[in-house]
Structures are given as structure tokens and as C-alpha cells.
């Protein structure tokens, strides 16, 4: 990497970061292009030079954070030995802890990240990110049905949709509605409402895999920000 590259790579960094903490602190809507370059400390046709607009950069944080998503997948497809409802658990588990370690943040851009989710808006990277995660939760779905311990009396698709929607729906019910008690115990009753419905003959105290993503699997920008392990 030249000179000229690390410096545009650091700044691109910086302004990151800076949009993180402002969405943060008052939201998505209320922060502009100029604030972000004052907390970056560059100026405001630098973050131009590097987002067209507010909607890229918030789409630049959203591709991390489904990245790592997706990076959680890809653990738990590695895990050979968790049942397929042990490592749903583990899923739903991990993710309600990691938002409740940065609940600004998520309450500052989670509304944005769910138009991706959900395909609102669709073609840019952390589109595609949205996309790539789905297909490795289909994945994950079809080896447990493969294993018998999920039903295979309904489709990969539906099963993959279904678990997408319980974990963005309770989510977003928890930070804009109803804080109170804990993301992490509320993900844990919404897999067992996924779960009366597909696990097959597994015990339900089987204990929770490790799904956390190796430093190496973590996007950059968010590699300061990821939490460390959490305690079981």
C-alpha cells in the first residue's frame, strides 16, 4: 500500500468512526455531513471524496455490521459438533448481547440497517451482505434438517426467513419500544418460539456454542468497537 493509499484508508477510518459516535449519540436524522467532518477533523469535501452522501455512509457501517453477522455464520456452519437448535440459540444469544453492549449506536442506525434486512433497498454492498448472510442461514438450516434435528416438513427458505424476521422484529421492538430487562433474555425466549416448531428430540439445556467471529473475520472499522467474549 503506497503512502497516498493508507492516508485516503485512514481517513476513510476516521470519518467512520466519527459517524459512528455522532449516529450514537442523536441518531441517524439529526447528524450531517459537516458535523462528521468536524469530528473527523477533515474537511467537508473529504467525506464527500469518500461518500456520495449520508445514505453511503450509513450503508458503509451497516456492510460491517452484517459482515460480522455474517461472520457468526460462518462459525456456527464451522461448528461440527452443536446441534442446529443449539447453534439458533447461540445466534439469537450472541447477537441480544452484542446490541446491548452498544445500545446508542444500534438505536442510532438499526432502523437503517433493517431497510437492507429486510431488501428495501437493494443492490449496494451491504445489500449484498444481507444476501450472502441469508444464503449461509439457508445453509445452516438444510445441514440441520440433513442432521434429523430440525423438521424438514417446511422449506429451508421459510425456516431461513422465519429466524431472519424473529431476530430483527424483536430487536427493533426492544430498542424503540421497550427497553426494559435484557435483549439477551428476550432473544432467548424468541428461539424457543422458533424452536417449538422445528427441533427435533434435542435437549434443551445443550449447552451455547461459541459463535463469537475471530478477530480476523471482524470488518476493520468494527474490530475497535467488538465487544470481547461475553461470559455464558
Not at 46 to 71: C, G, M, P, Q, W
Not at 93 to 100: F, L, N, S
Not at 153 to 173: E, K
Amino acid at each position: 500500500m503506497t503512502l497516498r493509499e493508507r492516508n485516503r484508508h485512514e481517513q476513510r477510518a476516521r470519518i467512520l468512526a466519527a459517524a459512528r459516535e455522532l449516529f450514537a449519540g442523536r441518531g441517524f436524522e439529526q447528524v450531517t455531513m459537516r458535523e462528521v467532518a468536524l469530528q473527523a477533523g477533515v474537511a467537508r469535501a473529504t467525506v464527500f471524496n469518500h461518500f456520495e452522501s449520508k445514505y453511503a455512509l450509513v450503508e458503509s457501517i451497516t456492510e460491517d455490521v452484517l459482515a460480522y453477522y455474517r461472520a457468526m455464520l460462518e462459525r456456527a456452519l464451522a461448528n461440527e459438533e452443536a446441534s442446529t437448535p443449539a447453534l439458533a440459540r447461540g445466534l439469537l444469544d450472541h447477537m441480544g448481547w452484542g446490541i446491548e453492549q452498544f445500545l446508542p449506536f444500534y438505536r442510532g442506525v438499526f432502523r437503517e440497517l433493517v431497510k437492507i434486512q429486510v431488501g428495501l433497498d437493494e443492490g449496494g454492498a451491504a445489500a449484498r451482505q444481507r444476501d450472502t448472510a441469508l444464503e449461509r442461514l439457508r445453509r445452516l438450516m438444510a445441514r440441520g434438517q440433513a442432521r434429523g434435528d430440525i423438521t424438514d416438513a417446511l422449506p429451508v427458505a421459510d425456516l431461513a426467513c422465519a429466524f431472519d424476521s424473529l431476530a430483527n422484529g424483536t430487536i427493533v421492538h426492544w430498542l424503540y419500544e421497550d427497553t426494559s430487562g435484557s435483549l439477551r433474555e428476550r432473544m432467548r425466549r424468541a428461539a424457543e418460539v422458533f424452536l417449538g416448531a422445528m427441533a427435533l428430540g434435542v435437549a434443551r439445556d445443550e449447552p451455547l456454542p461459541d459463535l463469537m467471529p475471530d478477530v480476523d473475520a471482524i470488518p476493520e472499522s468494527l474490530r475497535n468497537a467488538a465487544p470481547e467474549k461475553e461470559a455464558q
